[in-house]
């Protein structure tokens, strides 16, 4: 058993950044499921979203995160979010990030659902550079990095009706089960865009800390809100199917870029007046309509008519791994799909990171702060990861120093590996997840497909439960079980709002319903027992 003040479980954004302000205050763990820098936000190509320019106001920022979260997000948390960003940006540069300036200063982009140029970033590759950063950072200080080391589930206890969390039970390298018991614990594990066959995220978005937080018996909110990206690289058949697809950031149409039919018709000025600026759902939902109208599989983007800029110099990441895909961004258009992106429902925390559990926080994409309500505003995500990790940082400090480590005995955990041969079903029960979610349960939606759904994963879940307390915890049977419940979880959430609403949009409901359901969906307790 290990024992430490701050159990960090996830090395993403987030986590590093948490982990740099806790550091100096107590012994502090940092769990990394696989390679430390594989996370979501290392793949985050746009940049974060802050007020940096004369021109711009919090205002606009705050009116426009609202507008898109179509009437549910919490005013609160979105005033507080934005208007730390410019301190966010200065402890970024302080920490070693340069971003991008021209001769008025930072070079700002301007993405879908934005009325100002406002999203900081350098060239295509921001969450790269801010991950390096942030690690490079992190290994200098005393907090300990485990790599390839997957939390399994969160130790917890009740009193008197309020559950505690003391840290969580641990799959080691060498593949042994470990207790790493803390004062305060702390989830940034990302998102869970694995739940879908299509998905920009890494393969690592099983939704680990959202199964995890579940089955503690958390408050989870909004889990019907699941944001698909417009425009992901289309490559049929040229990945594995565990791989992520090749986003291709939002900054492009920015800059200029415009969506056609194969056929080169642009189509998005039918569908918003913003055209290729309107939002993601928008913009995701006119090509989904397009390709429902011409049975084609991918539409194009067409990155040529951007002026004024070097295509190379820009967007060279996206130039790069075009090319070796055979594409040139500079001479000719690209297939694009939407894919499956962002989370915008999690764990529900406070303006401080805390859940309804005591002494478990949770920051980044695996929370529910409120900020982002129906739908997400781009570029917002880094700059609540980093604003919410560090409040939730300054305020687990304080709780450290009231509470103490506990010796409460963890559940019981199976010893027998499992057999060569049952380690097939968990695959076939794998696929089976995310082909269901991709069928039933994706942009478009209905009564009818979701209540398939509800009905598929009931049958699988009764398979992964058997394993999973008959089995010794394994990477494929943990995930396995992590991204069965947080496709039950959206699909349930799903089924609860009978209306459309942002990234919801039902069929039979295609009205949003303000008097019914200008609320956020909740889920409080397990009820897979």
């Given at each position: 058993?290990?024992?430490?003040?701050?159990?960090?479980i996830?090395?993403?954004?987030?986590?590093?950044?948490?982990?740099?302000h806790?550091?100096?205050?107590?012994?502090?763990?940092?769990?990394?499921?696989?390679?430390?820098?594989?996370?979501?936000t290392?793949?985050?190509?746009?940049?974060?979203?802050?007020?940096?320019?004369?021109?711009?106001?919090?205002?606009?920022?705050?009116?426009?995160?609202?507008?898109?979260?179509?009437?549910?997000?919490?005013?609160?948390?979105?005033?507080?979010?934005?208007?730390?960003?410019?301190e966010?940006?200065?402890?970024?540069?302080?920490?070693?990030?340069?971003?991008?300036?021209?001769?008025?200063?930072?070079?700002?982009?301007?993405?879908?659902?934005?009325?100002?140029?406002?999203?900081?970033?350098?060239?295509?590759?921001?969450?790269?550079?801010f991950?390096?950063?942030?690690?490079?950072?992190?290994?200098?200080?005393?907090?300990?990095?485990?790599?390839?080391?997957?939390?399994?589930?969160?130790?917890v206890?009740?009193?008197?009706?309020?559950?505690?969390?003391?840290?969580?039970?641990?799959l080691?390298p060498?593949?042994?089960?470990?207790?790493?018991?803390?004062?305060i614990?702390?989830?940034?594990?990302?998102?869970?865009?694995?739940?879908?066959?299509?998905?920009?995220?890494?393969?690592?978005?099983?939704?680990?800390?959202?199964?995890?937080?579940?089955?503690?018996?958390?408050?989870?909110i909004?889990?019907?809100?699941?944001?698909?990206?417009?425009?992901?690289?289309?490559?049929?058949?040229?990945?594995?199917?565990?791989?992520?697809?090749?986003?291709?950031?939002?900054?492009?149409?920015?800059?200029?870029?415009?969506?056609?039919?194969?056929?080169?018709?642009?189509?998005?000025?039918?569908?918003?007046?913003?055209?290729?600026?309107?939002?993601?759902?928008?913009?995701?939902?006119a090509?989904?309509?397009?390709?429902?109208?011409?049975?084609?599989?991918?539409?194009?983007?067409?990155?040529r008519?951007?002026?004024?800029?070097?295509?190379?110099?820009?967007?060279?990441?996206?130039?790069?791994?075009?090319?070796?895909?055979?594409?040139?961004?500079?001479m000719?258009p690209?297939?694009?799909?939407?894919?499956?992106?962002?989370?915008?429902?999690?764990?529900?925390?406070?303006?401080?990171?805390?859940?309804?559990?005591?002494?478990?926080?949770?920051?980044?994409?695996?929370?529910y702060?409120?900020?982002?309500?129906?739908?997400?505003?781009?570029?917002?995500?880094?700059?609540?990861?980093?604003?919410?990790?560090?409040?939730?940082?300054?305020?687990?400090?304080?709780?450290?120093?009231?509470?103490?480590?506990s010796?409460k005995?963890?559940?019981?955990?199976?010893?027998?590996?499992?057999?060569?041969q049952?380690?097939?079903?968990?695959?076939?029960?794998?696929?089976?997840?995310?082909?269901?979610?991709?069928?039933?349960?994706?942009?478009?939606?209905?009564?009818?497909r979701?209540?398939?759904?509800?009905?598929?994963?009931?049958?699988?879940g009764?398979?992964?439960?058997?394993d999973?307390?008959?089995?010794?915890?394994?990477?494929?049977?943990?995930?396995?079980?992590?991204?069965?419940?947080?496709?039950?979880?959206?699909?349930?959430?799903?089924?609860?709002?009978?209306?459309?609403?942002g990234?919801?949009?039902?069929?039979?409901?295609?009205?949003?319903?303000?008097?019914?359901?200008?609320?956020?969906?909740?889920?409080?307790?397990?009820?897979?027992?």
């Amino acid at each position: 058993m290990l024992e430490c003040d701050f159990l960090i479980i996830g090395s993403g954004g987030g986590g590093l950044f948490s982990a740099l302000h806790l550091a100096p205050y107590g012994k502090t763990i940092i769990l990394s499921k696989k390679d430390p820098n594989e996370t979501a936000t290392s793949y985050a190509q746009g940049g974060i979203a802050a007020v940096l320019s004369k021109d711009d106001s919090y205002k606009s920022h705050i009116e426009d995160t609202l507008k898109l979260g179509c009437g549910i997000c919490r005013e609160d948390v979105v005033r507080v979010i934005v208007e730390s960003g410019p301190e966010i940006i200065r402890d970024l540069e302080n920490l070693g990030v340069i971003f991008d300036r021209d001769e008025d200063g930072y070079h700002l982009s301007i993405e879908g659902g934005h009325s100002n140029r406002r999203v900081a970033h350098i060239r295509d590759q921001t969450g790269r550079v801010f991950q390096d950063v942030l690690y490079h950072n992190a290994v200098n200080t005393d907090a300990k990095i485990i790599t390839n080391a997957l939390a399994v589930d969160l130790i917890v206890d009740e009193d008197e009706g309020q559950r505690t969390c003391y840290g969580a039970v641990v799959l080691t390298p060498d593949g042994t089960i470990e207790d790493i018991r803390a004062k305060i614990t702390i989830l940034a594990t990302g998102g869970a865009g694995k739940v879908y066959l299509v998905t920009s995220n890494p393969d690592i978005s099983t939704g680990d800390g959202l199964a995890m937080a579940y089955r503690a018996g958390a408050k989870i909110i909004n889990m019907e809100f699941v944001q698909f990206h417009p425009t992901c690289l289309y490559l049929p058949g040229a990945r594995p199917a565990h791989e992520r697809t090749f986003l291709i950031t939002e900054a492009a149409r920015g800059e200029g870029a415009i969506l056609t039919t194969i056929d080169g018709d642009r189509f998005m000025p039918a569908y918003d007046h913003l055209a290729e600026l309107a939002p993601r759902d928008v913009v995701s939902k006119a090509i989904y309509d397009v390709l429902s109208k011409t049975g084609d599989d991918y539409v194009l983007l067409d990155m040529r008519p951007i002026r004024g800029v070097s295509l190379k110099r820009r967007f060279p990441y996206i130039y790069e791994n075009c090319l070796k895909w055979g594409y040139d961004i500079t001479m000719e258009p690209i297939p694009v799909i939407p894919a499956a992106h962002y989370i915008c429902g999690g764990v529900e925390t406070n303006l401080n990171g805390r859940t309804s559990i005591e002494r478990l926080y949770a920051v980044g994409e695996v929370a529910y702060t409120g900020m982002h309500g129906a739908n997400r505003l781009a570029s917002n995500s880094l700059l609540e990861t980093f604003v919410m990790a560090k409040r939730a940082s300054q305020d687990a400090i304080k709780l450290s120093k009231k509470v103490k480590n506990s010796n409460k005995t963890r559940v019981h955990i199976p010893t027998s590996k499992i057999p060569t041969q049952e380690k097939i079903v968990i695959s076939h029960e794998w696929n089976s997840i995310r082909r269901v979610m991709t069928s039933y349960a994706s942009m478009m939606r209905s009564d009818h497909r979701l209540n398939l759904a509800d009905k598929y994963l009931a049958l699988i879940g009764d398979i992964l439960k058997v394993d999973y307390k008959k089995y010794a915890p394994s990477l494929d049977l943990v995930e396995t079980f992590n991204l069965h419940h947080v496709a039950c979880l959206i699909v349930k959430s799903a089924l609860m709002r009978k209306e459309s609403r942002g990234l919801h949009y039902n069929v039979d409901y295609p009205q949003q319903d303000d008097e019914n359901f200008r609320k956020e969906t909740v889920i409080t307790s397990y009820e897979e027992e």
